[in-house]
């Protein structure tokens, strides 16, 4: 495998392989662009400078750890219309943050910081064990009610607590 990997950057790249790439993953494509321009942006203090960044990274970065149920309702909402919207939506999405980007990057850090301080939230929650008590404390109880009809995680496992009493007997 990391011959492959080392023979392709021997190689290059061709156009028509990025071209590929950046049909598949337009989404992240956008948002790289546009973190890297705000962070350029930001750095050099184009129209706003590092600290309005700061402050609003940081800002949410609290609210997405002290409100995580609020916080997971709003993001699994706009991350759903992302992953299932068109082509030219997204495309239009990613212009929009490109333009933020350049004149307004503390809108991006801000965004980023929300992820972060759920994510924050959410992964320390995890290495407890007990998945159904993790779910409940990072997503909040009844999150999926709200949201979309029943999964099937939450039909397979009763049957699974079902069948361990049976085993046992």
């Known amino acids: 495998m990391a011959k492959k990997v080392t023979e392709k950057i021997k190689e290059g790249v061709s156009v028509e392989e990025i071209e590929k790439f950046a049909r598949k ?7 790289i662009l546009a973190l890297i321009i705000a962070t350029i942006s930001s750095v050099f203090g184009f129209f706003t400078g590092p600290s309005w960044s700061l402050i609003f990274a940081g800002l949410l970065a609290i609210i997405g750890i002290a409100l995580p ?33 350049v004149f307004v990057p503390l809108i991006l850090f801000a965004e ?33 009610e ?12 009763e049957p699974s607590e079902d069948e361990e009493p049976s085993k046992e007997e």
């Open 69 to 101: 149920v609020q916080v997971g309702k709003f993001l699994k909402k706009t991350l759903k219309f992302q992953a299932t919207a068109p082509k030219t939506t997204i495309i239009i999405i990613g212009i929009v943050r490109i333009i933020l980007a």
């Open 25 to 31: 993953y337009t989404n992240e494509v956008f948002l």
């Open 146 to 157: 709200h949201f979309s009809e029943p999964e099937d995680p939450s039909e397979d496992e």
């Open 112 to 144: 980023i910081g929300l992820l972060a301080g759920y994510s924050f939230h959410t992964i320390t929650r995890e290495p407890h064990g007990d998945e159904s008590h993790s779910e409940e404390l990072h997503s909040g109880p009844n999150l999926e």
